[in-house]
């Protein structure tokens, strides 16, 4: 593995669960770490008690972190910009950093899902608004639940980024004996497979809800890794990406876990809760739920065969109910397994 100049400095924008996981690696890793919040009581919870109980309760969080509201000043003298917005956020997350950030300052994001309105991933979100090429921009994604990184239990992620130096300096600043990094270069493949599996763990978490146990949602596991690999070769992406940690790895942790917020999502909506109380119940962003109007859209706009997310969108948006979507997929007409996979 190359070895390149350390960053010691670094800015996280913003304060939720994942990018406090991920400040706290890197100031593990002796960074200093701007954290920003647009919450001054958040953020002197931070400075203060070395807290973030709303959003990971009981966890303390290493000296290296201080929080702040003030976007000028979590960018002053950063050399790693990390946006871990929710993808609803995240345009205008960048816009407002963008007036700060140096050309020379690496840019990633840690952010699973499309934007809603344009369909876009993150990575080109991000070049637009600041004025970068989108094969600069870097994402880290793979099997990693925020409460478990910031306990220092071992986790394995990639960075993917079609400049593999960006890349290298990434994998780089975070790696370390807790929190192993690969590289890619694959980087719309990583973005399709961390934003299509959320989808996928709705699915899981509503069967685990019905009752319908391991069979099916072994099956809904893998014919849903089937659904990502379709859209991403749609996309351009590279098919050996899926079974890699960002695609069958992340799609596995995210719907056999009950840390997974899509999950949980998910196993709320099969007694019948309607998606708003599923919702406000939360308290947190459930990606998966946009990002299901958002691949439905996208499967229509490549001319690509996704059942399952057709079925999670008609019980989302719909009113479809969730036996019947069920139903719907084991009724489907009778195909060869090889034929739907590419």
Not at 136 to 164: F, K, M, N, W, Y
């Amino acid at each position: 593995m190359n070895q390149h100049p350390p960053i010691k400095r670094a800015a996280v924008l913003v304060a939720g669960s994942w990018g406090t996981a991920l400040a706290s690696v890197l100031a593990c890793n002796g960074y200093g770490v701007s954290l920003w919040t647009r919450n001054a009581v958040q953020a002197e919870e931070i400075n203060t008690q070395r807290r973030n109980n709303r959003y990971l309760p009981g966890c303390e969080l290493p000296v290296g972190i201080h929080a702040t509201t003030d976007m000028r000043t979590a960018l002053d003298g950063a050399e790693l910009c990390l946006f871990v917005a929710p993808s609803g956020a995240m345009r205008e997350v960048a816009r407002q950093a963008a007036p700060h950030l140096e050309s020379a300052m690496l840019c990633m994001h840690a952010t699973k899902g499309f934007e809603s309105e344009s369909l876009k991933p993150m990575s080109l979100v991000l070049a637009e608004e600041l004025g970068r090429e989108q094969s600069s921009v870097i994402v880290l994604s793979g099997p990693s639940h925020a409460e478990e990184v910031i306990r220092r239990q071992p986790t394995t992620v990639v960075v993917a980024s079609e400049d593999i130096v960006k890349a290298e300096k990434a994998q780089d600043a975070f790696m370390n004996s807790d929190f192993r990094v690969y590289t890619n270069k694959d980087l719309i493949g990583v973005e399709v497979a961390g934003a299509i599996k959320n989808i996928i763990a709705l699915g899981a978490g509503l069967i685990d809800g019905l009752q319908f146990g391991d069979n099916a949602k072994a099956a809904l596991i893998t014919r849903g890794l089937a659904e990502i690999g379709r859209l991403g070769a749609a996309m351009g992406a590279n098919p050996l990406t899926f079974a890699g940690l960002a695609g069958v790895g992340d799609l596995v942790v995210t719907c056999t876990s009950k840390h997974s917020r899509n999950w949980r999502a998910g196993y709320m909506l099969a007694d019948g809760t309607p998606l708003s109380e599923v919702l406000d119940k939360m308290g947190m962003v459930v990606e998966g739920v946009k990002t299901t109007k958002a691949a439905y859209s996208l499967a229509q706009q490549y001319e690509v065969d996704m059942p399952i997310t057709t079925q999670l969108y008609e019980v989302l948006f719909q009113g479809k109910q969730p036996r019947e979507a069920v139903s719907h997929l084991m009724g489907r007409v009778k195909t060869h397994e090889m034929e739907v996979i590419g």
